[in-house]
Every structure is written in C-alpha cells, then in structure tokens.
C-alpha cells in the first residue's frame, strides 16, 4: 500500500516557538493532503486540506495565521505551528490521497506528538 | 448537519466475535471506511465499502446498507492485539470524511 511520512515522530518545545512537522508521500502524489490533530481520548479532528499548488482550506474554528500550511509540491507538506503554546499540545496526524488513481482511501502518517512546555 | 454515531466502548473476551455498529447521515455518500488506531498511534486502514453488502477480509468483515445509514464493523477470532479503537468515516458528497468519534474496544482474555 501508499505510504506516508511524517517528521519528526515527537518534538517537545517552549511556548512561543515555532514547530514545523512535514508530511511525505513516498511512493505515491498527493494531490490532497489532510492534517488532523486529536487529543488523548478523542477523535480525530480535520483541521485543514490543501491541495498541491492551491491555498489549504481551514475548518471552521482552526486558525490559519497559526497553523500555517504549505503544500508545495505532490509529495511534501508542511505544518507550522506558530507561537506554540501548552494548549497546542496534541497528537497532529496528516493523510493523503491521490485523485488521479480513483482510490479513495486516504492514507496516515504515523503521527507526530507536540508538547509545548 | 452530518452525522456519524457509534458506540464509545465494548468488551468482548479472547476468541469470540464482536460486532460494532456504525449509524450515519451524510450531505451523500460516496462509501464508508473502517479504521483501527491503537493508543498513541495513526489509524490503519480496515475496510472500505460503497455498494451495500458483506466485505470479509480474513478475520475482519464490514457491511453496509446503504438504505438503513447503517454499517457494521465484525470481528471473529478475538485476539489481545486487536484491542484498539474503531474509527468509522463516511465519505460525503464533497470527498471528505466524516469521522465518528471511535469505539475502544477492549480484549478481556
């Protein structure tokens, strides 16, 4: 099957700093990615989809200064979390899917933990 | 508004069967997919159905009636691994996956 990447795995920072975890499709383009974010006990929560070349589209309540996401090419991208701080804390997740296949499964990364301290 | 409900926890013991249902409604419907996530993990994809019926898949099978909103994740041959939580998402009319909120699923031996 596809497989996706993310890096790195965990990060640990102090609030007011900026984190950026990318997400890969290896062996497959991504024309759209997702990126999730759950907390412990909790479903998963879309947070944003961007297809390649094209600003992301936020869901309602996620801001888009502080969670800035690139998606620069059909393999890679990238999620900044801006001014991170202890609420930003989370288990951030991201998929992708290629529509030129006609599949419609997405495919996870393995996740990445954020602790802001 | 769309949807998803299934139940929040279920225990079954080693080697029995277990069913975890999934009721939905969705702005359309363009298939309905079954994932498992252990604890601190990404989801791993299960099952994926669009046409109404029984998809089996070695000890995993999932059905869909279309007509009911009605879906069922089935488990047979319980093992302690398969503790986890079971994540069912509907694709709607847009392409995007609406997400229950997860059944956990814990393996009593």
């Known amino acids: 099957g596809a497989v996706v990447s993310q890096h790195p795995s965990w990060v640990i920072c102090k609030s007011g700093t900026s984190v950026k975890i990318e997400c890969r499709s290896l062996?497959?383009?991504?024309?759209?990615m997702f990126w999730y974010r759950q907390f412990p006990k909790q479903s998963l929560m879309l947070m944003a989809t961007s297809n390649e070349g094209s600003k992301a589209t936020y869901e309602q309540g996620v801001e888009k200064d502080k969670f800035l996401i690139n998606h620069a090419s059909l393999t890679l991208s990238t999620l900044t979390v801006t001014s991170a701080h202890p609420e930003d804390s989370s288990f951030y997740i991201c998929?992708?899917?290629?529509?030129?296949?006609?599949?419609?499964?997405?495919?996870f990364g393995p996740g990445t933990r954020l602790t802001v301290l | 508004g769309q949807n998803i409900d299934q139940p929040t926890e279920m225990t079954a013991t080693e080697g029995a069967i277990v069913q975890i249902n999934c009721t939905y409604q969705?702005?359309?419907?363009?298939?309905l997919f079954w994932y498992q996530q252990h604890a601190g993990e990404a989801p791993t994809f299960l099952s994926y159905?669009?046409l109404d019926g029984l998809e089996e898949k070695g000890r995993f099978s999932s059905f869909l009636s279309r007509s009911k909103g009605y879906s069922y994740l089935l488990l047979k041959e319980l093992q302690m691994k398969d503790s986890a939580s079971y994540l069912c998402?509907?694709?709607?009319?847009?392409?995007?996956?609406?997400w229950g909120a997860g059944t956990k699923l814990i393996i009593k031996p």
């Open positions: 969705t702005s359309g419907f363009n298939g």
């Open positions: 998929s992708a899917r290629d529509w030129t296949s006609g599949i419609n499964e997405q495919f």
């Open positions: 998402a509907v694709m709607d009319s847009n392409y995007q996956l609406i």
């Open positions: 062996d497959f383009q991504a024309t759209t």
């Open positions: 159905n669009v």
